[in-house]
Every structure is written in structure tokens, then in C-alpha cells.
């Protein structure tokens, strides 16, 4: 078996230098370790709820940029709030004074920890809406701010209301 060259491998080197620097940059950065290990913090109640008021001003918000609608305010109706389903593992024994029955979440493991297993998500189904706006004279405007809002929401023509707002 032969050796190489010094020589040999010392122009490689020369002439590839770069090219092994970017490569060994590149193994250094995925070898160190960022951001902090351990459990992942799970979702605060506040992050992951719904917050109809935040919907709200959010319409209010693109509704008021539209041509001829001026100041907006807006008040949803739910018909049913947003819910998540997980899935479940449960099992049923008979007691004495009747059926005990226990369920628990299923979970699965993440590189973060365990994370509950969800089944489905539903948004939520909305009622009806009440917009009151400068623009809702011109009937060009009011059919806008019903279409945006019903397509928006999911809502039909009949359940969304569009006003003039009274002057101040």
C-alpha cells in the first residue's frame, strides 16, 4: 500500500482550501447546540385561546381601509366557540355503587416532551354580525362590508346587519 505524497497532499490543500473551510464551518454550525434543551414550554391558556374581541378589531381594522367605508365597529354573535378534540384512552369498571369510568389524554412523545394527541379542531361557528359604519348609506359600500364580512366569517347575507354609524 502507498502513502501519498506530502507534497501531494499539501497542494490539494492549497487548491481546495475554501471549498474545506465552508464544508467545516458547516459541520461546526450543526454540531453546536442552540436554543435551550429540555421540556418545551407548552401554550399558556392566554396564547392559545379565542379571543372574540381581538376578531373583532382585527374587521374593524380591514374593514375601515376599504373605499368609502370611514369608521367601523363591529359586534359578533358565536354560535358555537372554537374547541379542540383529543384523542383519548379510557377504560370502564364496575364498582360496587356503580360504573366508574376513567379517561386520560393520549399523548405522544416529541423532541420537546410528551404533546397531547389531538383528533380534530373546530373553529368556531359564528351567529351573526352587527357592523356599524360611516359608509353604509351608499348601498355599493353596505353590499362590500356584507360580502367581505360573510366570506370572511362564513356568515350568510341574512345574519350580518350593516348601519350607518351615528354622528358624533
Same mark, same amino acid.
Given at each position: 500500500m502507498r502513502f501519498l505524497n506530502k507534497d501531494a497532499v499539501f497542494a490539494f490543500f492549497g487548491k481546495y482550501k475554501f471549498v474545506l473551510l465552508i464544508a467545516l464551518l458547516g459541520l461546526i454550525l450543526v454540531l453546536i447546540p442552540f436554543g435551550t434543551r429540555g421540556k418545551r414550554a407548552e401554550p399558556t391558556e392566554s396564547e392559545t385561546a379565542?379571543?372574540?374581541?381581538? +376578531?373583532?378589531? @382585527?374587521?374593524?381594522? +380591514?374593514?375601515? @381601509?376599504?373605499?368609502?367605508?370611514?369608521?367601523?365597529? +363591529?359586534?359578533?354573535?358565536?354560535?358555537?366557540?372554537?374547541?379542540?378534540?383529543?384523542?383519548?384512552?379510557?377504560?370502564?369498571?364496575?364498582?360496587?355503587?356503580?360504573?366508574?369510568?376513567?379517561?386520560?389524554?393520549?399523548? +405522544?412523545?416529541?423532541?420537546?416532551?410528551?404533546?397531547?394527541?389531538?383528533?380534530?379542531?373546530?373553529?368556531?361557528?359564528?351567529?351573526?354580525?352587527?357592523?356599524?359604519?360611516?359608509?353604509?348609506?351608499?348601498?355599493?359600500?353596505?353590499?362590500w362590508v356584507i360580502e367581505a364580512v360573510g366570506d370572511l366569517l362564513g356568515l350568510s347575507s341574512d345574519r350580518i346587519t350593516v348601519e350607518r354609524m351615528a354622528e358624533e
Amino acid at each position: 500500500m502507498r502513502f501519498l505524497n506530502k507534497d501531494a497532499v499539501f497542494a490539494f490543500f492549497g487548491k481546495y482550501k475554501f471549498v474545506l473551510l465552508i464544508a467545516l464551518l458547516g459541520l461546526i454550525l450543526v454540531l453546536i447546540p442552540f436554543g435551550t434543551r429540555g421540556k418545551r414550554a407548552e401554550p399558556t391558556e392566554s396564547e392559545t385561546a379565542f379571543d372574540l374581541r381581538e +376578531i373583532e378589531e @382585527r374587521l374593524e381594522d +380591514i374593514l375601515s @381601509r376599504g373605499r368609502g367605508v370611514g369608521r367601523v365597529r +363591529i359586534m359578533l354573535t358565536l354560535e358555537k366557540s372554537p374547541e379542540t378534540v383529543y384523542v383519548t384512552e379510557g377504560s370502564a369498571t364496575r364498582s360496587e355503587n356503580g360504573s366508574d369510568e376513567k379517561t386520560e389524554v393520549s399523548k +405522544i412523545s416529541s423532541s420537546g416532551g410528551e404533546v397531547p394527541l389531538v383528533r380534530e379542531s373546530r373553529s368556531p361557528v359564528y351567529r351573526g354580525a352587527l357592523i356599524l359604519c360611516d359608509g353604509a348609506g351608499d348601498p355599493r359600500v353596505r353590499l362590500w362590508v356584507i360580502e367581505a364580512v360573510g366570506d370572511l366569517l362564513g356568515l350568510s347575507s341574512d345574519r350580518i346587519t350593516v348601519e350607518r354609524m351615528a354622528e358624533e
